[in-house]
T-cell receptor
């Protein structure tokens, strides 16, 4: 149990286009999900907290207009990278926790984004 | 400030031997959890072991065990009988009871296992 999926697993897009990444909790409901960004050989950097039915909470320095987050249901959060540029190329990971035990987070497999 | 520090960017171990990864943290909270997550080349994050701060007994999961020193704010991971599949980036992670799952990550330690 406690499986989190992400789609797509990797995507290549042209500069200026928008890309949507989905994060789904497959066998549990998640009122909160988290989005991370990771550069090679580095740690995970928290971008934002996605809250079901309300606005996301962004970490300092993260552009909310560039990284749009929508948490429309208890099993789905989406991250849209708008007007993508090459510097947005990175590995994006989401995580979610079971409501009563959110201290233990389950991670999606990640999405590799390459912006040309 | 709440921080997690892993001072060993890289470690290496011979197959079948034992290795210890270090982690220190800083917090003024009394209720918290500590984790070690593993990220193999596939980049899928995998939970290795968890420790509740209120528990004095060190957590153990098969070949993985921790040395939790609460007063010293130290949380090291020992891997016994290392296997090739243990090669990965290991992250020490801190979180709190009322934070809804928000995690604080260390910088990571890349472990290589030599056959």
């Amino acid at each position: 149990g406690a499986v989190v999926s992400q789609h797509p697993s990797w995507v290549i897009c042209k500069s200026g286009t928008s890309v949507k990444i989905e994060c789904r909790s497959l066998d549990f409901q998640a009122t909160t999900m988290f989005w991370y960004r990771q550069f090679p050989k580095q740690s995970l950097m928290l971008m934002a907290t996605s809250n079901e039915g309300s606005k996301a909470t962004y970490e300092q320095g993260v552009e909310k207009d560039k990284f749009l987050i929508n948490h429309a249901s208890l099993t789905l959060s989406t991250l849209t990278v708008t007007s993508a540029h090459p510097e947005d190329s990175s590995f994006y990971i989401c995580s979610a926790g079971i409501f009563s035990r959110q201290e233990t987070q389950y991670f999606g497999p990640g999405t590799r984004l390459l912006v040309l | 400030a709440q921080t997690v520090t892993q001072s060993q960017p890289e470690m290496s171990v011979q197959e079948a031997e034992t290795v210890t990864l270090s982690c220190t943290y800083d917090t003024s909270e009394s209720d918290y959890y500590l984790f070690w997550y593993k990220q193999p080349p596939s980049r899928q994050m995998i939970l290795v072991i968890r420790q509740e701060a209120y528990k004095q007994q060190n957590a153990t999961e098969n070949r993985f065990s921790v040395n939790f020193q609460k007063a010293a704010k130290s949380f090291s991971l020992k891997i016994s009988d290392s296997q090739l599949g243990d090669a990965a980036m290991y992250f020490c992670v801190l979180t709190f009871y009322n934070q809804g799952g928000k995690l604080i990550f260390g910088q990571g330690t890349e472990l290589s296992v030599k056959p």
